[in-house]
């Protein structure tokens, strides 16, 4: 039986998101937010797409949640995202005052939800949000590595076209 509340049922949502994002040309990444049982609101990547850096997943998200409850806080809120929200994207969760996230593959690099830093947690702002990692990391991560793979084979194609 599916549990459709569970973090395993909304992450996968998030990954056919990621996986349509994909298919795009965007970078693999899906988002869904969720508000008493019910999806408020879903995205994926568009950065190339829309021409702008802030259209990450997580940002189109929330705006699409705000304007789904009328408000833009969303305390009762969970965000459930395939990789680890940049700091742009932490910092408009605290804004926004989401009660959890849940993400697939951590960022160590750039993520800000504890991968490279927390910023959902800084003891001097006026909101924490919980943290849930991992759910479904494995997966996500291969969205994620395949996208690259293929992308970096289509360079090469390209270029040994340009050479020809």
Not at 16 to 45: C, D, F
Not at 100 to 119: H, M, P, T, W, Y
Not at 130 to 152: D, H, N, Y
């Amino acid at each position: 039986m599916i549990d459709h509340q569970s973090d395993e049922h909304w992450m996968s949502e998030a990954m056919r998101l990621a996986r349509k994002a994909s298919q795009l040309g965007e970078v693999p990444v899906g988002a869904i937010i969720v508000h008493e049982g019910t999806a408020i609101g879903r995205a994926y990547n568009q950065v190339e797409t829309l021409k702008d850096a802030t259209a990450h997943a997580e940002m189109l998200a929330l705006t699409q949640a705000q304007s789904s409850i009328g408000d833009w806080r969303l305390n009762e809120a969970v965000l459930y995202v395939t990789k680890e929200p940049c700091p742009m994207c932490a910092g408009a969760i605290v804004h926004c005052r989401l009660k959890r996230i849940v993400f697939g593959v951590s960022d160590e690099k750039a993520g800000a939800c504890g991968g490279a830093l927390n910023l959902l947690s800084l003891p001097g702002l006026n909101h924490r949000c919980e943290i849930t990692p991992g759910v479904r990391a494995e997966e996500s991560k291969m969205i994620l590595q395949e996208f690259f793979r293929e992308r970096r084979s289509q360079n090469r194609l390209f270029q040994q076209e340009e050479l020809d």
